[in-house]
T-cell receptor, first 110, second 109 residues
Framework: EPEVTQTPSHQVTQMGQEVILRCVPI?????FYWYRQILGQKVEFLVS????????KSEIFDDQFSVERPDGSNFTLKIRSTKLEDSAMYFC????????FGSGTRLTVV | GQNIDQPTEMTATEGAIVQINCTYQ??????LFWYQQHAGEAPTFLSY????GLEEKGRFSSFLSRSKGYSYLLLKELQMKDSASYLC??????????FGAGTRLAVHP
């Protein structure tokens, strides 16, 4: 069964550093998403991406966040200057006929 | 606006039946989904309702009433491995998902 793949599974970074979270969506899916889940809290929508541009973003997705599809397979989330409160699980998802989540990247900002 | 409410925590006994309720408010509606999430893992799809009524899928069933903005997930013959968070969610434009905060279910022997 096709999967959404995320790397790394766990990333530890120092406050103020830039991080890039990577995702490989399902190949024939056209919509891509990033969600965030702070420990013990709900899954929150960050951004959706279609046709090589952002289609919708939440108030969480401020100027420190950016997304990119640098080639035909990868979909990345960049956080420019990480803050302690960015520590969370970040889930990538893609959708076509169905909606599939990746297994997540646990980001820890110290 | 768009909103989802579900209870924060529930406990139940192995072998029993538990019902997890979810109420929602949205102007557009494309279906109500239930997911299971174990700690530190991604949500996994359980069931989906777009029309009113009950959808049964093995030990799990889900019910929807669109007029009441209400759904429930029914888990039968509870097992210890069913201890997890259960998330209800709907689609909220451009396919983005709006999740409830999740109901943490603890199953005891």
């Amino acid at each position: 069964e096709p999967e959404v793949t995320q790397t790394p599974s766990h990333q530890v970074t120092q406050m103020g550093q830039e991080v890039i979270l990577r995702c490989v969506p399902i190949s024939n899916h056209l919509y891509f998403y990033w969600y965030r889940q702070i420990l013990g809290q709900k899954v929150e929508f960050l951004v959706s991406f279609y046709n090589n541009e952002i289609s919708e973003k939440s108030e969480i997705f401020d100027d420190q966040f950016s997304v990119e599809r640098p080639d035909g397979s990868n979909f990345t989330l960049k956080i420019r200057s990480t803050k302690l409160e960015d520590s969370a699980m970040y889930f990538c998802a893609s959708s076509g006929h169905g909606y599939t989540f990746g297994s997540g990247t646990r980001l820890t900002v110290v | 606006g768009q909103n989802i409410d579900q209870p924060t925590e529930m406990t139940a006994t192995e072998g029993a039946i538990v019902q997890i309720n979810c109420t929602y408010q949205t102007s557009g509606f494309n279906g109500l989904f239930w997911y299971q999430q174990h700690a530190g893992e991604a949500p996994t799809f359980l069931s989906y309702n777009v029309l009113d009524g009950l959808e049964e899928k093995g030990r799990f069933s889900s019910f929807l009433s669109r007029s009441k903005g209400y759904s429930y997930l029914l888990l039968k013959e509870l097992q210890m491995k069913d201890s997890a968070s259960y998330l209800c969610r709907f689609s909220g434009g451009y396919n983005k998902l709006i999740f409830g905060a999740g109901t943490r279910l603890a199953v005891h022997p």
